[in-house]
């Protein structure tokens, strides 16, 4: 059985630039969802896709988006990089209707200039 | 809005000892809590889960107990050993609302 798996592990990026962080579910899961882990705080939820369609937002502004793909992989676009987009972005997957046991990756560090 | 918080940021306990971590949830109509454990560099693991049906839950080593009525959670480690240093973190909700964290140290 594979893992949840998230590429990069780490990048730097300029104020200003925009990035897109990949995640490849696990093995049988068909939801990913994203989280943004500032330093010392807890995960925080972006997003989460189901069926190639987001499923649920928190409280991210348009510039986060996402995409899912047919084969349940997805993708974090964050536009316009601000200072504070500065953190672990971590994904996770699920079964859809597997309530809250989410497996995540080990995240993408980001950092921005 | 929901919140999820945690009474004591770090938590330092003797090996051997066992160890009780805190946390609070606003949301009176949640009905799913789960606790993860993160260590340094990786992503959350899944420790234990509860319902709102049940107020105890047991694994190995273990020991989720849920207070409806204060919306009170707490996860219980048994004989805590070295590898159970990590942040802990409580969730409740659809879509996983965290709390901020405790931080176990376990002093050999």
């Known amino acids: 059985e594979t893992g949840v798996t998230q590429s990069p592990t780490h990048l730097i990026k300029t104020r200003g630039q925009q990035v897109t962080l990949r995640c490849s579910s696990q093995?049988?899961?068909?939801?990913v969802s994203w989280y943004q882990q500032a330093l010392g705080q807890g995960p925080q939820f972006i997003f989460q896709?189901?069926?190639?369609?987001?499923?649920g937002r928190g409280n991210f502004p348009p510039r986060f988006s996402g995409l899912q793909f047919p084969n349940y992989s997805s993708e974090l676009n964050v536009n316009a990089l601000e200072l504070d987009d500065s953190a672990l972005y971590l994904c996770?997957?699920?079964?859809?209707?597997?309530?809250?046991?989410?497996?995540f990756g080990e995240g993408s560090r980001l950092t921005v200039l | 809005g929901e919140s999820v918080g945690l009474h004591l940021p770090t938590l330092s306990v003797q090996e051997g000892d066992n160890s009780i971590i805190n946390c609070a949830y606003s949301?009176?109509?949640?009905?799913?809590f789960i606790w993860y454990k993160q260590e340094s560099g990786k992503g959350p693991q899944f420790i234990i889960d509860?319902?709102?049906?049940?107020d105890k839950r047991q694994g190995q080593r273990v020991t989720v107990l849920l207070n409806k009525t204060v919306k009170h959670l707490s996860l219980q480690i048994a004989a805590t050993q070295p590898g159970d240093s990590a942040v802990y973190f409580c969730?409740?909700?659809?879509?996983?609302?965290f709390g901020a964290g405790t931080i176990l140290r376990v002093k050999s």
């Open positions: 969730a409740t909700g659809d879509k996983l609302v």
């Open positions: 896709y189901y069926r190639e369609e987001e499923n």
């Open positions: 996770a997957s699920s079964f859809w209707g597997a309530n809250g046991e989410l497996f």
């Open positions: 949301n009176s109509a949640s009905d799913y």
């Open positions: 509860i319902r709102s049906n049940m």
């Open positions: 093995s049988g899961h068909n939801t």
